[in-house]
């Protein structure tokens, strides 16, 4: 097992403070060479166009081109070559653009990273960070290197780009054992995951090809190249084809000289049967279904760099995979609101909230007070021109379920300030925030279901009523229910207390359980 980078140097309270100089982030850049992770050196147009005849079929044709010229068969010879120019123009294009296509996508990948130099902030490219670097990390930054942590408060990060699992991953500064696997690493912050919630400071440990990122982005590199099941099948049947056409000119050949034929027209009879037999079409058919597929893959957005890939995925039979940004959007989308007036189902492919009939439901007071606690109580945000937004995914989801009613953020917190936060806490299992709203402060919770419950003392958004303990067991069946269901389940509550006073946990109003799903990619 590979064991976690160790940091270049001792870090003190002071290089905390200050962070590395000028001159010493120059001198480890020189060293260590820049933050960046290697990729396939990119392929000129020549060799793009020369990859194109390395098939035995495109050989075989190019033979029998030759042979008709030889013999003067020149309206054979020139069909072939046309057939030829064709199969290698339309294979040249279709993978000139997919290479390109990838090669933009990763230029877009340019990154600036805000760290601690000579005791000032500074923000420099991700490509000039180096080992003993502080890193200053925010909610919605993407971390640029491995690093280990010094600093985190409410520090959440998403790492399912290394370890598939969706749900952010709280951050600590805790020492955690040398050999932990990366999913347990929670004092180490990864290159290539985001941070969803909180901040932090990291102390960087390894860059570019050093860190964890790097090392599977080696083992893809490293990977040798291999023929497709399509290339094997040509390569195999051009093999047959050379062999039996061998095998048929000579026999006729001989047959025609032991019958007293001419000895110059049986050999160019055989020729000229030996090129008829080849067949010239089969490439350009070939060539015209993968590039049919690879256009049809591209309406889908996704790339596919060579054009023999194409068959290979289509004869692909099983797939082992993670579900997480696979088999699901890694997009968490609330699919249930279990409120005590009513069960609402959500509809995203109408942009419809359904009731228990499946009828659009009208958004009543409860149900716009409850989607009102979803929206505030949190630290996502989402734009209507970003559709995947910044933040933790159920939070962003909460967004979109406000969004349906008309509710921004932005403008809801223009209209009620917020004055507090009581960050999520592992032991209170719950997060609020407080807004100046009508002379009072509108304290907005959300949490673990039990939690809520237990911290709740009445139920209902506009006729509020006690919640007694067998109405808090009712209502842990419900969340039991949901997530039995396959649902991730939040409880939504609400409190009102005077301008100034300390939001606590106090007198909450239980107002709903919600229930997210990632739902399953459906193209």
Not at 311 to 340: F, Y
């Amino acid at each position: 097992m590979r064991k976690r980078p160790k940091p270049c140097s001792q870090a003190t309270t002071w290089m905390i403070a200050s962070g590395l100089t000028g001159a010493e982030a120059a001198s480890r850049l020189e060293r260590h060479g820049p933050n960046a992770l290697l990729t396939h050196p990119q392929q000129t147009v020549l060799a793009i166009l020369l990859d194109q005849m390395r098939s035995p079929v495109v050989w075989l044709l190019g033979a029998a081109a030759a042979i008709a010229a030889l013999f003067g068969e020149w309206t054979e010879a020139i069909a072939i070559l046309a057939v030829l120019v064709i199969n290698t123009l339309i294979g040249f294009v279709t993978e000139l653009r997919a290479i390109r296509s990838m090669e933009a996508l990763r230029k877009l990948g340019t990154r600036s990273t805000r760290v601690r130099r000579d005791g000032k902030i500074r923000i420099v490219p991700a490509e000039q960070i180096v080992p003993g670097d502080i890193v200053v990390l925010e909610s919605g930054d993407v971390v640029t290197a491995d690093m280990r942590l010094v600093e985190a408060k409410n520090l959440f990060a998403d790492e399912s780009t290394l370890t598939g699992e969706s749900v952010p991953v709280e951050k600590g500064t805790a020492p955690v054992p040398a050999d932990a696997i990366i999913a347990e690493q929670t004092s180490m912050a990864h290159k290539g995951t985001a941070i969803t919630r909180g901040a932090g400071v990291g102390v960087t440990v390894a860059t570019g090809m050093a860190t964890e990122l790097g090392l599977t982005t080696k083992l893809v590199i490293e990977a040798a190249d291999d023929t497709s099941p399509l290339e094997r099948k040509l390569a195999q049947l051009t093999g047959q084809l050379v062999k039996a056409t061998i095998v048929v000119t000579v026999l006729i050949a001989v047959a025609g000289m032991a019958t007293g034929r001419d000895l110059v027209l049986m050999i160019e009879a055989a020729i000229a049967l030996a090129v008829a037999a080849i067949p010239e079409g089969l490439p350009i058919v070939a060539t015209m279904a993968l590039a049919r597929g690879m256009w049809r893959m591209a309406q889908r957005n996704v790339v596919v760099e060579r054009l023999a890939a194409v068959e290979t995925l289509g004869a692909t039979t099983v797939i082992c995979t993670d579900k997480t940004g696979t088999l699901t959007e890694n997009r968490m989308t609330v699919e249930r609101l279990w409120l005590p007036s009513a069960d609402y189902r959500l509809d995203h492919a109408r942009g419809k909230i359904l009731d228990s009939a499946g009828a659009a439901a009208a958004v009543d007071d409860p149900l716009r007070r409850t989607m009102e606690v979803g929206v505030l109580c949190g630290t996502a945000t989402l734009k209507a021109e970003d559709e995947r937004g910044a933040g933790d995914p159920m939070e962003l989801a909460l967004l979109r379920l406000g969004a349906l009613a008309g509710l921004d953020r932005e403008a809801m917190l223009d209209a009620w300030p917020e004055r507090a936060e009581i960050a999520f806490d592992t032991e209170t299992k719950m997060m609020a925030t407080a807004h100046e709203r009508d002379g009072r402060l509108f304290v907005a919770v959300k949490g673990a279901p039990e939690a809520v419950l237990d911290a709740a003392a009445t139920i209902g958004a506009a006729a509020k009523a006690p919640l007694t303990q067998e109405a808090r067991e009712d209502w842990l069946r419900h969340a039991e229910t949901l997530a039995e269901d396959g649902l991730r389940v939040l409880a939504l509550a609400e409190t009102a207390i005077p301008l100034g006073a300390k939001p606590a946990y106090e007198h909450l109003t239980f107002l709903a359980l919600v229930g997210f799903r990632d739902p399953p990619r459906v193209r």
